[in-house]
């Protein structure tokens, strides 16, 4: 199995990174974006065959060690 | 008077900080590795140096906070153990839980180098009480990571329990209210961004870091 993990700033935490991105974007003709945010994607492989177990486990790694919930939030997807 | 320095891999301030302790306290400073799992019996004060441990990888102090050796300094440090850190010392005890907030990528995105200076806004705390009647100092800064973040509440607590003990005079980070070091609640763990450990001797450019260490090492 493998756990895609979405990390990104909580929103209302200032972004200074997403922020320089969207002005860049907007300096080479994409007027369209108004905001950007930047986050990270962290992929695992998993031995075991029962989602709903690994989503737990997961959800656990993302609480004690791969987000920093005073600033970031998460989301888990468990593929086969 | 026994007191530590924490090493992790990729740490750089360990060096200046074991000589910022042997000048204030006259002997020299045991060094932990990282993998220890204790830190050994009698030790009064422990120092998580600055520089950029484990390459910074995943979030700055994020890999370090959970060594085998800051699991056992979160338990001291409940009980009552001295504890700073400086720079990346100050990120790992954020990550660690043993203060409050992050410490996020600077406001400007550059790497900010230079000297600081900073108001001490409690002059009562155990790191601060022998600046007497000193209200600025000059420390310097070097780091891309020292943006302080905490939501108002946390901030507002931080105000009214005198936690906050120095603030930038010109913010170089975009840090919340300008916070530059804070202590816990019960006063005994501390960090800031800014190096006090390169501010001890007149070559280093200025020695306004030395009452820092005097002032803890005299409240033990």
Known sequence: MKAIIHVGLKPGVLDPQGRAISRSLNDLGFEEVTKARQGKVIELDLSGDDPAAAETRVTEMCEKLLANTVIESYRVEIED | ????????????????????????????????????????????????????????????????????????????????????GFCNGFQVLTEAGLLPGALMRNKGLKFVCRPEKLKITNSDSRYTSKYGAVTDVTFPVAHHDGNYYADDETLNKLEKQGQVVFRYADNPNGSARDIAGICNQAGNVFGMMPHPERAIDPLHGGTDGLDLFKSIIESI
């Open chain 2, 1 to 84: 008077m026994r007191t530590a320095v924490i090493t992790f891999p990729a740490s750089n301030c360990n060096r200046d900080a074991a000589m910022a302790l042997e000048k204030v306290t006259g002997e020299k400073p045991l060094m932990v590795w990282h993998r220890e799992s204790e830190l050994p019996q009698g030790i009064d004060f422990v120092v998580l140096p600055g520089g950029f441990s484990y390459g910074d990888y995943l979030r700055c102090g994020a890999m370090a906070s959970r060594s085998p050796i800051v699991k056992d300094l979160v338990s001291k440090a409940n009980k009552g153990l001295a504890i700073a």
